[in-house]
């Protein structure tokens, strides 16, 4: 089978195309290397996916491209022709989208509509995206079932995610595409983002910096280990729905306050706390639901939060000694190609790629970047379609 993990040199989406890699499937990753962390951290994922492809043998390759670009989504789709969509490629953050809830429109509505698109375009047999709890706005029935009424979101991020929603229960209806959304419960673990709280809380507490706390510490998350999510992400994909929705949490809530004792006790250190008040977009309380999941998926988290931030710790403290006694090198062979010249459909009947050299890493670049990034798991295979090709003309 050949997956097409979008978003996959990021947290989530990386962990899946490493167990998609390790069962021996095909792996196609596009991701578009914004900013919007350390892009070094996303190409050491890259990086780990490679050296799994070539440990297991399975087949792996990685575009560089705005998964909201139509050519170059257009292009790889005819490149690769995947059996499934995985598309956990997404703006994140509940704050940053209310200071700029255009890119959240962007990143996250228009790229998944493009990706449906190519979806309905190419016969994809299973469309498999990420959601998020955030859908369930400030909801006070607990714990939060998927038929729970998700009209009182409260920030931008996750009125993007509605609309993911609606447009995937769209596409199925007039086009019969199988679609399944999953509403991912506070995500944490071993190459998390760095804007999470989890990874926050440790780098402050383990350096002896004050850590910023919101509220009283009353407020309640879901947090959910990386293993657990990706073992509810596969069968996702090894089990097609007609058009569904599920929960993936730990359905174990914990408050902000037991939270941060549960990493002073792993961390070996108190914390130094910085009182501020509620932030804007914030819910009081995420709590997951897992009957229906359990019963469709299977999915059952195993991971306890204490036993995950032990992982986490465990994994953060190598990184951080690893990430000051090197810089990461330009190894890979890369194939570019300038998708913007593909627009230009009625001066030019085909594209090149071209084989270039060993490059230093590239600067992040904009979501609404032409430039399409091409590398292969092996640098000393051509991939299977260098050359001239000949791209969909109008």
Known sequence: MKVLVTGGAGFIGSHTAEALLARGDSVVVVDELNDYY???QKMANIDILKAKAAETGSQFQFFQADCADMTSMTTIFELERPDVVCHLAARAGVRPSIKDPHIYVHSNIQATVTMLEMARQFGVSNFVYA?????????????F????????????????KKACEIMAKTYHSLYKINVTGLRFFTVYGPRGRPDMAPWMFVEKISSGSPINKYGDGSSCRDYTYIDDIVSGVLASIDKPHPCEVFNLGNSQTINLNGFIEVIEDVVGKKALIKQLPDQPGDVPLTYADLTK??????????TSLREGMSKFVEWYRHFRVQSQVQSRPATSTTLALNSSLLSSHHTLNFGILKRSEPEPLTPPISPRSKKLRFESANETEAHPHDGLFAPPLA
């Open 145 to 160: 079932a998927e038929d729970d009424t998700t009209e009182n979101t409260v920030s931008p991020y996750a009125a993007t």
């Open 131 to 143: 959601s998020s709890s955030s859908v369930y706005g400030a909801n006070t029935k607990i714990p």
């Open 38 to 40: 350390d892009l070094s």
């Open 293 to 302: 999941s359990s019963r469709m998926l299977g999915y059952r988290p195993q």
